[in-house]
C-alpha cells in the first residue's frame, strides 16, 4: 500500500513563474491538507480538501495561492508569481473519510521549492 | 502566546540515557495530541498520540495535562537513531494540526 506521494520532490523556479506541486492521498483517504514549512520553522497549515471542496483554507496566503482536489488525479498546489519568500518545504498529508481532523494524519515526502 | 511551545534543545546526550521533551499548548478546546518526529530534510512521521490516561510504547513514555496544558515525551535507552527533531502536534478546534517547532535530540556514543 503506498503512502502519500508528492512530486515533484525537488522544484526550482525563477521569480514570476508559476510553481505546481502534486499530491496523491494515500489509498483509501479521501482527505488532504497542505503544509509550507519555511527554513528554520515548523510546519504551517495552509489548506484542507475532499474531493472537489476546499474546506478550510484558513492558512492559505490571500493572493497568489491556490489548492484543488480534483474528482479524478491528485491535489495541486499551486502558486503564481513565486517569490523568493516562496522558498520553503510544502508537505501533503492524508486521512481516512473516518474522522477528519481527528484521525492520524500521514505525510508524503514534500515538494522543497527553491526561487531564484 | 504561541499556540504550541516547545524547547527548541539542542539536547545532547550520551547512548543509554534518558530524556524528557515538554510542550505547552495555548488552545483548552484542543482534541487531540501527537508527537511526530522529524528527520533532516525529511517528512514529519507519527511517533505516538497522546492520551490522557498517558501512554507507552516501548522506550517511549507520553503524557498530557489537560488542565495545565501540559503534553511531555520520555525517552529511556537513548539510541543513535532517536536523534532527530521531535515535533510535538495538537489537532486545534478544526481540523488543522497544530506544530511546535521542535525539539532536536542529538544522542552520541
Not at chain 1, 479524478?72 to 481516512?96: K, M, T
Not at chain 2, 502536534?89 to 511546535?100: H, K, P, Q, R, S
Request: proline share 5%; with cysteine; hydrophobic share 35%.
Amino acid at each position: 500500500n503506498a503512502g502519500v506521494m508528492q512530486n515533484p520532490r525537488h522544484l526550482v523556479r525563477r521569480r514570476g513563474q508559476e510553481a505546481r506541486l502534486r499530491c496523491s492521498p494515500m489509498k483509501g483517504h479521501s482527505h488532504v491538507y497542505w503544509y509550507r514549512q519555511l527554513p528554520e520553522e515548523g510546519l504551517k497549515f495552509m489548506v484542507y480538501l475532499q474531493k472537489e471542496n476546499i474546506i478550510d483554507e484558513s492558512g492559505m496566503p490571500k493572493e497568489r495561492f491556490s489548492a484543488e482536489f480534483p474528482k479524478e488525479g491528485p491535489s495541486i498546489l499551486r502558486i503564481q508569481q513565486v517569490v523568493r519568500g516562496d522558498s520553503a518545504a510544502y508537505f501533503c498529508a492524508s486521512s481516512p473519510a473516518r474522522l477528519a481532523g481527528v484521525d492520524t494524519q500521514y505525510f508524503g515526502p514534500g515538494t522543497r521549492l527553491t526561487v531564484l | 502566546r504561541k499556540e504550541v511551545e516547545q524547547d527548541p534543545g539542542p539536547f545532547n546526550v550520551p547512548e543509554g540515557a534518558t530524556v524528557a521533551f515538554n510542550c505547552t499548548y495555548s488552545n483548552s478546546a484542543s482534541q487531540s495530541f501527537f508527537w511526530y518526529r522529524q528527520d533532516c530534510r525529511k517528512e514529519p512521521k507519527l511517533l505516538m498520540s497522546v492520551y490522557s490516561s498517558g501512554n507507552e510504547d516501548g522506550r517511549f513514555t507520553a503524557q498530557l495535562n489537560r488542565a495545565s496544558q501540559y503534553i511531555s515525551l520520555l525517552i529511556r535507552d537513548s539510541k543513535l537513531s532517536d536523534s532527530a527533531t521531535y515535533l510535538c502536534v495538537v489537532n486545534g478546534a478544526g481540523t488543522a494540526l497544530i506544530f511546535g517547532k521542535g525539539t532536536t535530540l542529538s544522542v552520541s556514543s
